[in-house]
């Protein structure tokens, strides 16, 4: 069956879903349909057994068949999306990345306004501007290690998503939570901890191919 426009091309990719997956449509959002050629290039999200992931496919024009396709990685984005079917270890992982984020933002910005405002202090001899450069420095200092936190987080997200429960389990160890509860406040540590011991009840599923 030839396919003659978008429409057409979800189609086909909703049917190959079915038989691939076992997926329902309702399961399955379309980001783009786009026309190449005499193919047709489809890039969707899939929810699965629970878990979100990210295809591209490519479909023949004229007989309507799947030609091609492959799971992405997709980056970190803001705000995350979270899906309906989401269990309480990803939600928890979620809270703590979006805790994370706000954590970063504040130090940063009080970071950069204590080390600027001490440097203008001291330039005019104003009292106490080498301590506010101080401050600056360390929360700067803790910032940048937040930021490294964050991106770890955001990495443990991403494998609860696409099923790797094995390496998620590894990355969110009781060290990183502590490290966490740390550098990166007491929330964000608590919520990793407490979503380490339900990531630790998970069924244990293989690394996606």
Same mark, same amino acid.
């Given at each position: $069956?030839?396919?003659?426009?978008?429409?057409?091309? @979800?189609?086909?990719?909703?049917?190959?879903?079915?038989?691939?997956?076992?997926?329902?449509?309702? +399961?399955?959002?379309?980001?783009?349909?786009?026309?190449?050629?005499?193919?047709?290039?489809? @890039?969707?999200?899939?929810?699965?057994? #629970?878990?979100?992931?990210?295809?591209?496919? =490519?479909?023949?024009?004229? =007989?309507?068949? *799947?030609?091609?396709?492959?799971?992405?990685?997709?980056?970190?984005?803001?705000?995350? =999306?979270?899906?309906?079917?989401?269990?309480?270890?990803?939600?928890?992982?979620?809270?703590?990345?979006?805790?994370?984020?706000?954590?970063?933002?504040?130090?940063?910005?009080?970071?950069?306004? +204590?080390?600027?405002?001490?440097?203008?202090?001291?330039?005019?001899? *104003?009292?106490?501007?080498?301590?506010? $450069?101080?401050?600056?420095?360390?929360?700067?200092?803790? #910032?940048?290690?937040?930021?490294?936190?964050?991106? @770890?987080?955001?990495?443990?997200?991403?494998?609860?998503?696409? #099923?790797?429960?094995?390496?998620?389990? @590894?990355? +969110?160890?009781?060290?990183?939570?502590?490290?966490?509860?740390?550098?990166?406040? *007491?929330?964000?540590?608590?919520?990793?901890? *407490?979503?380490?011991?339900?990531?630790?009840?998970?069924?244990?599923?293989?690394?996606?191919?």
């Amino acid at each position: $069956m030839s396919v003659n426009d978008a429409e057409s091309a @979800e189609s086909s990719v909703r049917d190959w879903i079915q038989k691939k997956f076992g997926a329902s449509g309702e +399961n399955v959002y379309f980001e783009s349909v786009r026309k190449d050629a005499a193919t047709w290039f489809v @890039e969707l999200q899939l929810t699965t057994g #629970g878990y979100r992931k990210y295809y591209s496919v =490519s479909v023949d024009s004229a =007989s309507g068949a *799947v030609t091609g396709y492959n799971e992405k990685f997709r980056p970190f984005t803001f705000p995350p =999306s979270i899906p309906a079917s989401r269990g309480a270890a990803n939600i928890l992982v979620v809270a703590a990345l979006i805790v994370s984020i706000i954590v970063v933002i504040i130090f940063i910005s009080q970071g950069i306004f +204590n080390l600027l405002g001490g440097i203008f202090n001291l330039y005019t001899n *104003v009292l106490g501007g080498l301590g506010r $450069m101080i401050l600056g420095i360390f929360l700067l200092a803790f #910032g940048v290690i937040d930021i490294y936190l964050t991106v @770890e987080i955001n990495n443990i997200r991403d494998l609860l998503d696409r #099923g790797n429960v094995n390496a998620a389990k @590894e990355r +969110n160890s009781l060290a990183f939570g502590v490290a966490a509860l740390i550098f990166d406040g *007491v929330v964000t540590g608590i919520l990793l901890i *407490v979503a380490r011991e339900e990531i630790n009840g998970l069924e244990t599923q293989p690394a996606p191919v």
